[in-house]
């Protein structure tokens, strides 16, 4: 439970900053650009997106195309890093995807949209 714990912590720690991961060969590799956090950021703000439990983010209401790309490129970021993690901990990908989902709802802002177990979307 206890390296359960790490890397779901280390995945947090990794996204909120952006998605980085590490190669094979141990080079950092930026999985998420700079203005795709910022889209996201914004879209939040709105109320067009929000943190899943799951670890994912979703879209919560209509979003431009260029939002909904933001939110993919994100979400194809965060599944690399729940992967090595997942790896290097021997645990099952969502397992670290839903500690990191829950470490995220825990820090978004009140206000801001999420998603818990049911499905359903709620304000914070």
């Not at 790490?6 to 930026?30: C, H, K, R």
């Not at 979400?75 to 729940?82: A, E, L, P, Q, S």
């Not at 825990?106 to 206000?111: D, V």
Request: charged fraction near 25%.
């Amino acid at each position: 439970m206890k390296r359960l714990m790490i890397a779901g912590l280390s995945a947090a720690a990794l996204l909120t900053g952006g998605a980085i991961a590490l190669n094979q060969s141990g080079d950092s590799v930026a999985h998420a650009r700079a203005d795709a956090k910022s889209t996201v950021d914004a879209a939040k703000a709105r109320g067009e997106v929000g943190e899943r439990i799951d670890g994912y983010l979703g879209v919560v209401s209509s979003a431009s195309a260029d939002v909904r790309a933001a939110v993919d490129e994100i979400n194809i970021g965060r599944k690399t890093v729940y992967r090595n993690l997942a790896r290097d901990q021997n645990v099952e990908i969502k397992v670290v995807a839903r500690l990191t989902g829950e470490k995220l709802i825990a820090q978004a802002p009140g206000g801001q949209y999420i998603m818990d177990d049911t499905g359903s979307w709620s304000r914070k």
